[in-house]
């Protein structure tokens, strides 16, 4: 056996990456392609005054981080869809709103900045059995649900009014997904951090978009790419001794890069 | 199914932000109709069409579709609807032209449902009718502008809609395919399909159509498109009139 998997927290780190490498990007398909793809980055810094919220309390940070980032989610789209403001005013203003609540809660009480630190930008080593726990049961119920409202969140993505249109229930469907979202965002700062959540709900779909020939390609391929950056950035952070989170998103950019170059060879 | 009425537009009245759009509008389109939606751009139709789909609602009068109110109706996929072509993707966006015409089949399955062998029949024979069964597994965005759009007649023609609806389905379409997409539309509509069709371009569609409605705030004419080519020098001369008084304001 590898010298890397002697080590508990490497196995837990693994199993939690696994379910990440797969849940973040395929999320990251639904909004990527609406144009969405800053939703993830917006919640995860409302995660963060979740997290400081569960610090400062003595509760389990992820979860009040869902907590926080799912009510946020719900009270962000039904902002956009009765259209009081924008949708990208809305997530800037919760974005800064959960960054200065976190600031705020960090600064009254000093002393736990190392925790604190391992979910700003992951922390492989402290996935505890909780951890996998809580990952692995709502990892599994977002890869059902959106294997069951498949073709509903594919329209929403397309064509939100000519859905609506249609019948289907875009809001509620919407509601829906933000609230993967925000749970995806909340479960894999363990892993990658919550700074860098965002790429990878965000790069392994773009890479995913240049070769793919439909969206259920671009899906399949964007959780290939997924799972292929965090395993690959989990034994090269390991045996290089860098960070795991940088070194997944490093990786998942390198893959884009790969994928953009086989594109433009397709289509000259 | 003859003469029943399909769209019920009564005495309709829409502002917005205190500018009278529409003002008591009244149409009836009955089942079989192929009617042409006309008027000027900014003469509120795009906010007629929105308030026949149930995008807006009216501040007085009612629509109703089939006969119910808007608010009754549970079964929206008795209505196709094709958008304006600029509104209808990201030109990025990675779909297939067989998983757009799914799109027009999603809602007549179901929440939580997954496509059956009768559906996957529905979607191919859609597209076999507007030929483009060989294209199936293109990007949408490797198609011409005319088959993209007739990708989405494919797709309202999926859900087996009695009433199709399109709003300005040939702007920025090569003129050979604009006369190829009116022919299919006008073959559906002889197979019974009604048909709305949102247009702001008179020449294009006037001797296509069997109705024409146009819309310039108020329905300034109703009737067959005929009678309203006759009476179109006269409409000229009262808009210039208009225009003449617009510029002491």
Redesign the interface.
Known sequence: MLEIFQYSFMIRAFIAGTVIGIIAPLIGSFLVTRGYALMADSLSHIALAGIAIGLLAGIYPIYTAILVSVISAVIIEYLRTRRRISGDIALAMFLYGGLATAIILISLARGFNVGLFSYLFGSITTVRSVDLWVIGSLGLATIVVVYFLYDELLYISFNEEAARVSGIPVNALNTVLVVLTAITVSLSMRIVGLLLIGALMVIPVVAAMQVAKSFITTLLYSVAFGLVSVILGLFVSYYLNLAAGGTIVAISLGLFGISAVIGLKKHA | MKNEPIITVDNVSFSYNGNHVLDNISLKIMSGDYLGLMGPNGGGKTTLLRLI???LDPNFGRVSLFGKPLNQI????R?G?V?QKA????N?????V???V???R??K?G??GK?NKADRKAIEDALSKVNLLPYK?K?INELSGGQQQRVFIAKALA?ESELLILDEPTVGIDSQSQEDFYKLLTQLNNEGKTIVIVSHDISAIANKVTKLAYINKTLVYYGTPKQFIKKEHLQKLYKKDSKFINHRY
């Open positions: 789909l149930g995008l549970k079964n929206w996929t209505l609807y958008p509104t209808q993707f990201e990025k966006f990675p779909i297939t067989w998983e757009i799914t799109l027009g999603t809602a399955k929440l939580f496509f597994n990007l859900s």
